[in-house]
């Protein structure tokens, strides 16, 4: 913030804490004269100062939605500001019953207010959400659910079957030599008679007899 906005900030707030004093009091002493429960007195000020205030604040919120969704909060500013400016100006002219009823009719306002500045912020979030384009290379969204949504990679059509993914060497055993010699020669394999029998023809032998090296 530059200087001269430092300045014009303590200008504005040092006229809206002198017009909040004089209008305190004001107001004050209407709400005495209605009903004369000094105690509570302190309290309908801000009641009204602080909802037109709470209503400027929620418009000033709601500024990049469009004039529909500020025009509420202007609305409910506007009567209770026009409600003060009654009060402070013809103190004498306002009903009793209408001094009493502000504070009741401050309550539900006050919380209409609120879901409105939550209803019209919500859906704006989701579409804009919505709208990113993520890249591949980015980092995707989380997920708003407790536990990440996690995917478990697809398996190929060409994956093994476990028995068949296990190494030869696991199911042969030592004197099976001479068996798969002879099952080798016989399905057209050239197998010498002594020496290191070809991985592949081991394979090839507990391939064919898995199920019956798996069950023994």
Do not use: C
């Not at 504005?12 to 004369?36: D, N």
């Not at 709601?62 to 409910?76: F, I, S, V």
């Not at 579409?127 to 697809?154: A, F, I, N, R, Y």
């Amino acid at each position: 913030m530059q200087r001269t906005d430092r300045a014009a900030a303590s200008v504005v707030a040092g006229i809206a804490a002198g017009a909040f004093t004089l209008s305190y009091e004001a107001l004050r002493r209407v709400y005495l004269e209605s009903t004369g429960n000094h105690d509570l007195s302190v309290v309908y000020p801000l009641i009204v100062e602080g909802f037109v205030t709470v209503a400027v604040w929620v418009a000033y919120r709601l500024r990049d939605y469009g004039w529909k969704a500020t025009a509420y909060p202007w609305l409910l500013a506007g009567a209770f500001f026009s409600y003060s400016l009654w009060s402070n100006s013809l103190p004498d002219t306002v009903p009793a019953p209408v001094i009493r009823g502000v504070p009741s009719l401050a309550v539900p306002l006050a919380v209409h207010l609120f879901t409105h500045l939550v209803k019209r912020r919500e859906p704006a979030r989701t579409e804009l959400v919505e709208l990113v384009d993520w890249d591949q290379d980015d980092e995707e969204p989380l997920s708003d659910g407790p536990w990440p949504d996690w995917e478990l990679p697809p398996v190929k059509a060409e994956q093994p079957r476990i028995f068949e993914a296990v190494p030869a060497a696991a199911h042969v055993s030592t004197d099976a030599g001479p068996l798969i010699r002879t099952w080798a020669r016989r399905h057209g394999y050239d197998v010498k008679d002594t020496g290191r029998i070809p991985e592949a023809v081991i394979k090839a032998f507990t391939k064919a007899h898995s199920d019956e090296l798996v069950n023994a």
